[in-house]
């Protein structure tokens, strides 16, 4: 149903073990969560199903049954099995398919070309964070954020700090986040030199990466996967950091270069080294992109326009009404 956006709190949320049932690799277990998630649909009987994680549903494709389905593409990795696999099927079916960056719509598009006359883009966006005196800025504090995996490419971002150093061997790096990388991560901060200029935060609470970027000199994003919208790089902008980050999937719809960051190739240390450089050298052009980069944030990424394009895209594809714009256009 359509309840109203300002009363999500009383909504209620029915927790499948979708994910529990893949790691399994049981078949009795993967068809008792298909069964489990046709009944709650045909129980609550929607007037339309938006799908949020394409590439957990796409094994519970069948379970959607006759419900109008909303696909908001999140990434392109499962994309590589082509337009035949549950993915490409999940898109095909969807009475709309949503791509978080144009370069995620253009993903989507490569897969099943069949989608482009339902296909639109609707850029991510976060709320504003909370108002109030920014913390001091340490000049030599860089800080990165996301989980330690490889696509993350923070061993470029070791590799940059370490040609650093030496001529600034007060600099130091907060990485803030866990996953299974964190070891070989601390290995090589170690056989780099490097143990005493990186700090492994682990897990931090949402609540306080916004404090943590704004003392921060800059915000590094060294991702070597495309990354399909790139959070980080609009908490940076809201934080009224600039931004050092690799050119890859929806990174440049956020970052406009020179004036909210710089861009460099994506596992290139060398061009990262000197893009983190200039900005240390630079203090008034860093803080001047980082004030140009707030208000990007403001304009281009209001979080209550956002929810109400979604709530009328939902509302629309509910009523079987034409979508206003279409082949990975910019939502109104």
């Known amino acids: 149903r359509m309840p109203d956006l300002m009363d999500f709190e009383s909504t209620p949320v029915h927790r499948l073990p979708m994910v ?5 690799h049981d078949p009795q277990a993967l068809a008792r969560v298909r069964l489990q998630l046709a009944a709650l649909i045909r129980q609550i009987a929607p007037q339309v199903c938006h799908v949020n994680s394409q590439d957990i549903t796409a094994y519970f494709l069948g379970a959607l049954g006759r419900c109008p389905s909303v696909v908001t593409v999140h990434s392109s990795a499962t994309f590589r099995l082509g337009a035949d696999s549950l993915m490409g099927r999940l898109l095909t079916g969807a009475a709309a398919v949503v791509g978080v960056s144009h370069a995620m ?18 850029l991510n966006a976060l709320p504003e964070p909370p108002a109030g005196p920014p913390p ?4 030599q504090r860089l800080l990165a954020a996301g989980r330690l995996v490889v696509e ?25 986040g866990d996953g299974p990388a964190r070891a070989e991560l601390e290995a090589q901060a170690a056989a780099l030199g490097l143990a005493d200029a990186v700090e492994f935060r682990g897990w931090v609470a949402p609540e306080r990466v916004h404090a943590e970027m704004q003392q921060s000199a800059l915000v590094v994003m060294p991702s070597v996967w495309r990354e399909p919208f790139g959070l980080i790089a609009l ?25 909210t960051g710089l861009l460099v190739p994506p596992g290139d240390a060398a061009a990262l080294a000197a893009a983190i450089e200039r900005l ?25 326009r956002f929810v109400t394009r979604y709530e009328t895209l939902l509302a629309t594809v509910a009523a079987g009404g034409e979508l206003p714009v279409s082949d990975g256009a910019l939502w109104p």
């Open 105 to 122: 719509s253009a993903d989507a598009r490569a897969l099943t070309p069949a989608i482009a006359p339902r296909l639109v883009t609707l």
């Open 136 to 139: 001091p800025v340490d000049p």
């Open 235 to 259: 908490q940076a902008a809201q934080a009224g950091r600039p931004l050092v980050a690799s050119a890859t999937g929806g990174i440049p719809e956020i970052v406009q270069p020179e004036q």
């Open 152 to 176: 993350k490419g923070f061993d470029v971002l070791l590799d940059a700090l370490a040609t650093l150093r030496p001529r600034w061997p007060a600099l130091k790096l907060v990485l803030l």
């Open 20 to 24: 529990e049932a893949l790691q399994q």
């Open 280 to 304: 240390l050298q630079d203090p008034a052009q860093a803080d001047a992109m980082g004030a140009a980069a707030a208000l990007h944030a403001r304009t281009q990424f209001d979080f209550e």
